[in-house]
């Protein structure tokens, strides 16, 4: 029938509906090389050669894969590293962090389980996988403690790129190989003047002969207490500025190096951070890693990689609060139901986990932007911000889901809250993550 045969002999309303389900039927049965498009749609979009409109392209699920797909390699090494964090470091988490120190035991089993040289080449001892592995390790590790995680995040993604990227091929055959195997790296920037405003360093290197002498004093080094390589940056032509900056490899044994005090932290407390001292440090001239006076370059460069594994470990805490917290509540039961199952607790662990699976996107899509060689920069700031800032807000949140409980030292979920505060202030606080975001868009506007 008609559309005003329909519309005299059952009604308006029935004969819209009618209309509808007639369109709907059309549109299954019309051939996809035929699909239709308006005058305007097909002026502005001509149909792509050797294909049809409407056409379904069998490759597009190849072609643009899932943002956490992963290599069978990336997922062996996640799920080893998520069975080294349940087997060997839970057991030791909450006494670590009450002791303010790393277990010799824990940092060894690390490096018996290839967590410290991921993206060491493996004819070096290390694993040879990629950035977005080492940021996957480094989730797992922070799921069960963050103070752990952070140290081979560190060692991963600062020392080992730094050597991969700048070493001479003596410095990779003979650093590598310990940094892989057995030694703990430490990058010294960071100096009582100097945090944010990184570049202020007074600390100097003068030219003696053939070697350097380095003066000078770092603060905040974190891995300094475990480490037995350090990489300092030092001001070797203070009349250039920041262009005098350049990096030297010290050696622990060294007799111009003192560690000092360690600080005793809100969070994170198993991870060293001391100050440290050089005072006459001599070391030859082949220990000065990259150019003269690119060591500016360099710390800009390695930071701003190192905030996407510090964005992974804030994804792990966020994850292993929210687990913790989510097995609590599913198990303890009030008017005769689990906690988990009250609406107004659903919608708050909802938000939750929304939230994280955010953060997640950021930093793997900032990894494999950095991985495949792309501009991540901008990126690799939204995801530290973020990460760190629901990390803060779902440990939070999970001492409240956990209730007195929560807010003792029998349980976990306290530890997770104290951890997160650092997520917004090292390798860049939050301030300058914004900053960084800022200008790259206004760049974006620049006529």
Known sequence: QGSAELCATRGAGEASRAMSRVAVVARALRPASVAWRSPACAARYPEPRGRRWGQVRPCSQAAFPPLNSLSEDEEMLRDSAAKFAHEVLLPQAAAMD?????????????????????????????VGLGFTAACLAVEEVAKVDPAVAVLMDIQNTLLITCFNRYGTKEQKERYLARLATDTVGSFCLSEPGAGSDAFALKTRARRDGDDWVIDGSKCWISNAKEAGIFVVFANADPDKGHRGITAFIVERENPGLQVGKKEDKLGI??????????????????????????????????????????????VGLAQGAFDYALKYMCARKQFGKPVADFQGMQFQYARARTEIEAARALVYNAARLKESGRPFVMEAAMAKLKASEVAQSVSSQCIDWLGGVGFTKEFMAEKYYRDAKIGTIYEGTSNIQLLTIAKLIRADYEE
């Open 98 to 126: 009450q002791a303010g120190a790393m277990m010799p035991e824990v940092v060894a089993a690390l490096f018996e389980n290839g967590l410290m040289g991921i993206e060491a080449p493996a004819e070096l001892g290390g």
């Open 269 to 314: 407390r198993a991870s060293s951070t001391c100050e440290l001292n050089f005072d006459g440090c001599r070391v030859p001239a082949s220990a000065m890693l990259g150019e003269f006076g690119e060591g500016y370059k360099m710390s800009i460069g390695l930071l701003n990689e190192g905030r996407i594994g510090i964005g992974a470990q804030m």
